[in-house]
Nanobody, 125 residues
Framework: QVQLVESGGGSVQSGGSLRLSCAAS????????MGWFRQAPGKEREGVAA???????SYADSVKGRFTISQDNAKNTLYLQMNSLKPEDTAMYYC???????????????????WGQGTQVIVSS
């Protein structure tokens, strides 16, 4: 059973930084595509960043140059370093893993089907 557990969210002022973590278990980490999504109140969920097993990364235009996705394979942990945060980055952030069999959410060439419970990020002006 795949489990994704996010941590690291919180409240920061505009211009601040946060690092989100996602601990993955029950997942074939050696062949994967993982990503971060976010959903703000009243808005649809959107892809923020993704990373493939070959190391290729993708970012939403709104976060390019500010966010960095990375992973620690030894720890089966995915990260999202968020710098220069803006109030519009306020959202619930979700870790996701691809599920080629049953996934339904496409982003950055991957289809995601496993989701964490989310971690809240609030950026105040």
């Amino acid at each position: 059973q795949v489990q994704l557990v996010e941590s690291g969210g919180g409240s920061v002022q505009s211009g601040g930084s946060l690092r989100l973590s996602c601990a993955a278990s029950g997942y074939t980490y050696s062949s994967y595509c993982m990503g971060w999504f976010r959903q703000a109140p009243g808005k649809e969920r959107e892809g923020v960043a993704a990373i493939e097993s070959g190391g290729r990364t993708s970012y939403a235009d709104s976060v390019k140059g500010r966010f960095t996705i990375s992973q620690d394979n030894a720890k089966n942990t995915l990260y999202l370093q968020m710098n220069s945060l803006k109030p519009e980055d306020t959202a619930m952030y979700y870790c996701a893993a691809d599920d080629p069999s049953y996934g339904r959410t496409w982003y950055a060439g991957c289809v995601f089907g496993y989701w964490g419970q989310g971690t809240q990020v609030i950026v105040s002006s």
